[in-house]
Structure formats: C-alpha cells, structure tokens
Nanobody, 121 residues
Framework: QVQVMESGGGLVQAGGSLRLSCAAS????????MGWHRQAPGKERELVAL???????NYADSVKGRFTISRDNRDSTVYLQMNNLKPEDTAVYYC???????????????WGQGTQVTVSS
C-alpha cells in the first residue's frame, strides 16, 4: 500500500534550527498536496504548512517567516525547514500526503507516525 515516514526531529535550544523530512512510498500513482501538522501535549492537532504539487504554499500564522516547506516530486519527499525555533513549537510533527494509488484509490489524508520536536528555553 502506502507508507509515509517522517525523520529529522529532535531536541534543540530556542533560536536553533531543525529540518524535517517526509518520504511517501508504495503503490503511489500520484501525490497531490503534502504537508505538516503538529500536536502539542494537551492541544489539538493543528496545521503547520501545506504545499501543492505545483509548489503553492500555505502556512500557519504562528510559523510564517520562520518555517519553510518544500518538496521534491522526483523523490516524493516533503521537507520542513524550521528556523528560530521557540519553546511553543514543541510538539509531535506529522506529515500528511494526499495520494492516489495505482489501483485508483484516493486518500485525501495519509498520515505518518509523527516525529518529536522539543525546543528548550
């Protein structure tokens, strides 16, 4: 079927940077939008950034100017460059992919397992 796997999380001090990666693989005919969401302890999951296949992007107001989303369609990979990190960015970050498989099945949201990002003050 389809696998979506994140990597690149970790512990960083406030003001530091991290780069998250997410690769989609499996029986994929086409990947449409890709993106990142996050969920902090005790809070609901929220959108961080999205990118369309053509490269159009959308960001949460809280990360504009600090985070950059990009993708490589050849490798079915999406990246999230996070700069000037703040303690409030601490969360589990989830990758999501909008996928059509070779069998014609459309998945509007195919989620990865998440990667932890912790920002210390």
């Amino acid at each position: 079927q389809v696998q979506v796997m994140e990597s690149g999380g970790g512990l960083v001090q406030a003001g530091g940077s991290l780069r998250l990666s997410c690769a989609a693989s499996g029986s994929i005919f086409n990947i449409h939008g890709m993106g990142w969401h996050r969920q902090a302890p005790g809070k609901e999951r929220e959108l961080v950034a999205l990118i369309t296949r053509s490269g159009e992007t959308n960001y949460a107001d809280s990360v504009k100017g600090r985070f950059t989303i990009s993708r490589d369609n050849r490798d079915s990979t999406v990246y999230l460059q996070m700069n000037n990190l703040k303690p409030e960015d601490t969360a589990v970050y989830y990758c999501v992919a909008e996928v059509t498989t070779y069998s014609g099945t459309y998945f509007p949201e195919y989620w990865g397992q998440g990667t932890q990002v912790t920002v210390s003050s």
